[in-house]
């Protein structure tokens, strides 16, 4: 996860599944709305949506990864 400066030991969502904490080898803790991770799903989900529903190489489960996320 981008903030960090070594390697992450360790991630924890909160009850609500609003936070994500991530621990690093740096002995710090890293606070995250979980939102920011959902609006980086969707922008991958559109830009990459041709790709999964045209390539001949795609397999058929993955053709569907996207199905349900962002706008079409």
């Not at 981008?2 to 803790?29: C, H, R, W, Y």
């Not at 980086?40 to 993955?62: A, F, I, K, T």
Request: hydrophobic share 30%.
């Amino acid at each position: 996860m981008m903030g960090n400066q070594k390697e992450n030991n360790g991630l924890a969502f909160s009850p609500d599944g609003e936070t994500i904490a991530s621990a690093s080898g740096e002995n710090t803790v890293k606070l995250w709305n979980s939102w920011k991770f959902d609006r980086l799903h969707e922008w991958g989900c559109n830009w990459m949506r041709d790709y999964l529903e045209n390539n001949p190489d795609v397999s058929e489960s993955d053709r569907h990864l996207c199905d349900g996320v962002g706008s079409h």
